[in-house]
């Protein structure tokens, strides 16, 4: 029976690369000179210390768009609230979404029932499985799931016959 898995994945060495050619960028950058601002990526978690809102609010520009140079979905980064540091100067935790959390699943296997194509959803941990008896009806569903609006980068994985 054919089948296929959907996931939400961002590469982590990707992601590495991203960060440090958005530090090379802020060392090079004319409106950063004499500026002590910071990227530090963590696991999942990228810190950003920057002196000001203004910094701020170009660093994550930054972000975007060296991901989106990169090929990672910039819908990937989920951006903290932005606190007070010590110094005057603001810190801000992003973090890398791996995964689909349950409400995603639930709501992704629920369009997928609505749909009425013949198929089955099953949630498995951090992934869904969708199961059909023809290819057809499997890629009916991915291309609704693509045209969904949903706020997590999706790919679509393991297609088998």
């Known amino acids: 029976m054919p089948s296929f898995d959907i996931v939400s994945k961002v590469d982590i060495q990707e992601v590495d690369n991203a ?19 910071t990227l530090e990526l963590d696991e999942n978690e990228i810190t950003v210390k920057a002196d000001d809102d203004y910094k701020l609010d170009q660093i994550q520009l930054m972000l975007k768009g060296h991901f989106t140079k990169r090929k990672i979905d910039a819908k990937s980064l989920d951006f903290g609230k932005p606190e007070m540091a010590s110094g005057n100067s603001v810190r801000q935790k992003i973090t890398v979404k791996q995964g689909i959390d349950s409400d995603t699943a639930k709501l992704i296997v629920k369009e ?5 194509i013949k198929v089955q959803a099953s949630i498995r941990g951090e992934e869904v499985r969708v199961d059909g008896k023809k290819r057809d009806d499997l890629q009916n569903v991915i291309s609704m799931i693509k045209e969904s609006k949903l706020d997590l980068p999706l790919q679509f994985i393991n297609f088998r016959d």
Do not use: H
């Open 19 to 37: 960060v440090n050619s958005v530090l090379r960028e802020v060392a090079q950058r004319f409106d950063f000179k004499g500026s002590n601002c």
């Open 112 to 116: 997928i029932k609505n749909s009425k």
